[in-house]
């Protein structure tokens, strides 16, 4: 096992958020622009451009916000529209399998719950190292034997 990191620790897919946050602003400013450079335009017609360029923003704004935050009581699981609260003793496996697009908890309910901030798309190297020490921090904490590992690729 490695060193574990100091508590609280963020897990997101830096790259990913990045390139959203960037394309949201980029899309919220070409659209305004174009509102307010075509003369032949109310100033209704203006606003709805506007309100559609920001409503954009806001959608990739919130796809960016995912993320799994880990702390010494815990684990916080943001997704699009959801965000849960887990104790430790809750997760019972942490897995991210070959062509898995993220991470899957196994909770102590029966359920598996999806976790968006450790994701693979775009930076592999990066979710199978964050998913490897969200695991080890999840063994290390929740007080029960480790189950087996999922095969990674």
């Known amino acids: 096992m490695s060193d ?3 508590l609280p620790v963020t897990f997101r897919p830096g790259r990913t958020r ?3 946050l960037t394309a949201g602003v980029l899309i919220f400013v070409v659209i ?3 509102a307010l450079l075509l003369e032949d335009l109310g100033p209704g017609s203006r606003l709805s451009f ?3 360029g920001a ?3 806001w959608v990739l704004a919130q796809l960016a ?3 799994v935050v880990a702390e010494e009581s815990g684990v916080t699981v943001v997704n699009i529209a959801s965000k849960r609260r887990l104790a430790w003793a809750e997760i019972l496996r942490v897995n991210l399998r070959p062509g898995d697009p ?3 908890l196994d909770l102590s309910d029966g359920t598996s719950l999806p976790v968006l901030g450790i994701q693979p798309g775009i930076a592999k190297r990066q979710a199978i190292a964050d998913a490897r020490t969200l695991r080890e921090l999840a063994e290390a904490r929740s007080g029960s034997p480790a189950l087996p590992h999922e095969p990674r690729s």
Do not use: E, K, Y
Request: proline letters at 5%.
């Open 4 to 6: 574990l990191p100091d």
């Open 18 to 20: 990045a390139i959203l």
């Open 32 to 34: 305004s622009g174009i």
């Open 50 to 52: 506007i309100v559609t």
């Open 55 to 57: 409503l954009c923003l």
């Open 65 to 67: 916000r995912v993320r």
């Open 102 to 104: 993220w991470v899957f």
